[in-house]
């Protein structure tokens, strides 16, 4: 028999050099499309080699997504994320064949291990996310399940279509609806009852439904979704960024706070922001009646 892929694929050294030395202007994944238009970054998740499996992920494509919003940390060159899916459809999770199989592999192997250092693996991805200062924009139209549909909900802001079906069906496949921080984030995002009813039962969360419950910040026509995410994420690019930062930083980090110690946190953020030359920049062409030109620092 074949050995399984390895569950925690390296990255590539081509495609993901140190943080540190990254030139977003010149970036070629291998497992999805990139492109960069100003300071907006657009991911288009494809799998063009298999367009009937609606953009499936792979090993190789969640390592690659999580190491490259790693290194979005570290970019100056793009302020916003916007991503999307290929063909009319976000995506479908993890690719039954190339992932799910393997995984049973190492669970009749026995090796526990493996098992567990893919689905660590699968979550660093959403802690990157969350932890990359770039506002996130998830264009979502047609199919978006799985690992899909969590890379929706781990996005900052979320655009879907009429066509769009959210699933989190983990359970349809004998696993938990506990995945990827999804117990955590998603009651969150519509509440409680609504987040243990998709949980459990894995059905599809209806376009009206996501936008009536809070899980779409706006409905846009499918030939319009893209644009219209691309549009809102260039003008937070144009906004002041390092505050930007600063307001998601505070989001996630709060959700473990008391209201006191968030209230403290606040306050020693906007300090900081105070601070920043955005902040003077404003305050004067407020007094001159002119629109601020944030620069971001």
Not at 218 to 244: I, Y
Request: charged fraction near 20%; aromatic fraction near 8%.
């Amino acid at each position: 028999m074949a050995s399984s892929p390895d569950p925690t694929p390296e990255p590539n050294p081509e495609t993901i050099p140190d943080a540190q030395r990254v030139d977003f202007t010149a970036y070629r994944p291998h497992h999805f499309r990139w492109t960069l238009a100003g300071k907006v970054a657009t991911v288009t998740l494809d799998r063009p080699d298999r367009p009937d499996r609606k953009n499936p992920l792979t090993f190789e494509s969640y390592a690659e997504l999580r190491d490259t919003f790693r290194a979005l940390a570290h970019a100056d060159d793009v302020k916003a994320v916007v991503i999307t899916g290929a063909g009319g459809n976000f995506c479908s999770g993890g690719d039954v064949h190339e992932i799910i199989g393997p995984l049973v592999r190492l669970q009749e192997a026995g090796d526990t291990g493996g098992l567990l250092a893919f689905t660590r693996m699968t979550g660093d991805l959403v802690k990157a996310m969350r932890a990359c200062p770039q506002p996130i924009v998830s264009a979502v139209d047609g199919v978006c399940a799985g690992a899909g549909a969590i890379i929706a909900m781990a996005s900052d802001l979320r655009f879907g279509t009429p066509e769009s079906r959210v699933a989190f069906l983990f359970v349809r496949v004998g696993l938990a609806g506990a995945d990827m921080g999804a117990c955590n984030i998603l009651p969150r995002l519509i509440g409680a009852g609504r987040a243990a009813e998709l949980l459990f039962t894995g059905r599809a969360m209806t376009a009206e439904e996501a936008e009536r419950w809070g899980f779409y910040n706006r409905m846009c026509p499918a030939d319009r979704v893209l644009a219209e995410a691309q549009a809102l994420a260039a003008s937070l690019a144009d906004g002041p960024t390092f505050a930007h930062a600063m307001t998601k930083r505070c989001i996630h980090q709060e959700w473990s706070q008391s209201i006191d110690e968030a209230i403290e946190a606040e306050a020693q953020a906007q300090a900081i922001c105070m601070q920043t030359r955005d902040f003077a920049r404003a305050y004067r062409a407020f007094a001159a009646r002119q629109t601020p030109v944030f620069e971001g620092n």
